[in-house]
């Protein structure tokens, strides 16, 4: 049996194989579900590893998400202090009851139904993305030929940006979730994005647009700020995600052949598939963290008032005590429950969307290319480590 910790971890982010979280993270695990963590600036904090109290302090508002109360789990370009002031708009990283008036307004935009009258534009741009790799050069970059280019076309259109100012985006939006990024790098991307939505909105201002940011502007209840704080987070929330399921979900496809030809024979499996490709690879991997507003007890332990905890939802995601086999990639498996889309207040807001992407997209793609196979050795694919959000950077594929 594995030792508890005896002294604080660190966030672990180093991992033996392509799509299971760092080793000790699981073996910690089985210690329980709490342990003593050092954060990046040096905080005394807590690692949560166990689905059950995940979910218990996701759901729990005396933690908060407030940007200024939360400590950076691994080192971060814009961690120092003075970098963390809140964006407007930015609901995200806000508390309850602010928190809920742009919840309130975006909810409606989001619904299963308004996603199900989606589809149809999400098969034909499927369908253009797959023509054009048909047309193209082998092999080739399946996250610029396909993943990437999926979700982008959707959001834009969806929030009413130009497809076509996607490269600015694009670069902007990469440089703020690469951790290597230096600190001027983060903040000039994020200065440049922040400039280019406000700048949208403005011309929504001037001239009315049939879209979610037109229709939040003509609403009048959100201020230019406020709408440039939303904008930002729903294009970089709404691509970069989806856009790495799809290429990390195809990668691990590639290396189990039964459970691809599952899900490309089968049109009965997409559904389950695609919670089972988000439970088993969990692209969000460093976080998310909160902070207790007040002491909290939890598993035996005392958080005190103004303590983070860091969630690593791989981790709780392979919990055998709520999964069972949890290593295992079974694409049929009745995979709900699982933390991708976080829990509580924050819970995804686009994840109806993001599902009706996948669902389309995946099993779109396999029976396309019956012989889609990996034109590189796995070992050299390009992982992307250091990036808020896992996935790879490249996935060179041919058929
Ligand atoms: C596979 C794709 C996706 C994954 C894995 C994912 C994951 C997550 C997670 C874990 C959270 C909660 C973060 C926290 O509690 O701190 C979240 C929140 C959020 N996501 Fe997603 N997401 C995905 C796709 C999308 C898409 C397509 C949109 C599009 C519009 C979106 C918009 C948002 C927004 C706005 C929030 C903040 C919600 C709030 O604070 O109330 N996400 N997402």
Request: charged share 25%.
């Amino acid at each position: 049996m594995t030792e508890a910790p005896s002294r604080p971890v660190t966030f672990p982010t180093a991992r033996r194989h392509l799509f299971d979280p760092p080793g000790e993270v699981l073996q910690w695990q089985r210690q329980g579900a709490l342990h003593r963590m050092t954060f990046a600036d040096g905080h005394l904090g807590w690692l949560l590893t166990g689905h059950s109290a995940a979910r218990t302090v996701l759901a729990d508002n005396r933690f908060s998400n407030r940007t200024e109360l939360t400590h950076p789990p691994v080192a971060h370009p814009l961690a120092r202090q003075e970098n963390r002031q809140p964006l407007p708009g930015f609901f995200l990283r806000m508390d309850q009851p602010e928190h809920t008036r742009f919840r309130r307004l975006l909810t409606g935009q989001f619904t299963v139904r308004r996603m199900r009258q989606l589809e149809p534009r999400i098969e034909e741009i499927t369908s253009d993305r797959l023509d054009a790799m048909e047309r193209g050069d082998r092999p080739a970059d399946l996250v610029q030929a396909f993943a990437l280019p999926i979700p982008s076309l959707v959001i834009c259109e969806l929030l009413g940006v130009p497809y076509g100012d996607r490269e600015q985006f694009q670069r902007d939006s990469a440089a703020l979730l690469n951790l290597e990024s230096s600190a001027e790098q983060m903040g000039a991307a994020l200065v440049d994005l922040m400039a280019y939505m406000r700048d949208l909105v403005l011309r929504k201002r001037a001239e009315p647009a049939d879209d979610l940011l037109g229709g939040l502007v003509a609403g009048g209840e959100l201020d230019d700020e406020e709408l440039t704080g939303v904008a930002l987070l729903l294009l970089i929330a709404g691509h970069e995600t989806t856009a790495n399921m799809l290429a990390l979900g195809t990668f691990a496809l590639l290396r189990d052949p039964a459970q691809l030809a599952l899900l490309r024979d089968d049109p009965a499996v997409a559904e389950s598939a695609v919670e089972e490709l988000l439970r088993y690879l969990t692209i969000i991997h460093m976080g998310p963290v909160r902070t207790a507003l007040e002491d909290v007890e939890l598993d035996g332990h005392l958080i005190r008032a103004g303590e983070s905890v860091a969630f690593s939802l791989p981790a709780a995601n392979r919990d055998p005590e709520r999964f069972e086999n949890p290593d295992t990639l079974d694409v049929t498996r009745p995979a709900t429950g699982h933390l991708s889309f976080g829990h509580g207040i924050h819970q995804c807001l686009g994840q109806q969307l993001a599902r009706a992407e996948m669902r389309i997209a995946y099993p779109a793609l396999l029976r396309r290319f019956p012989g889609l196979r990996l034109a590189v050795p796995p070992e050299e694919v390009p992982m992307r480590s250091h990036m808020t959000i896992y996935g790879v950077h490249r996935l060179p594929v041919t058929w």
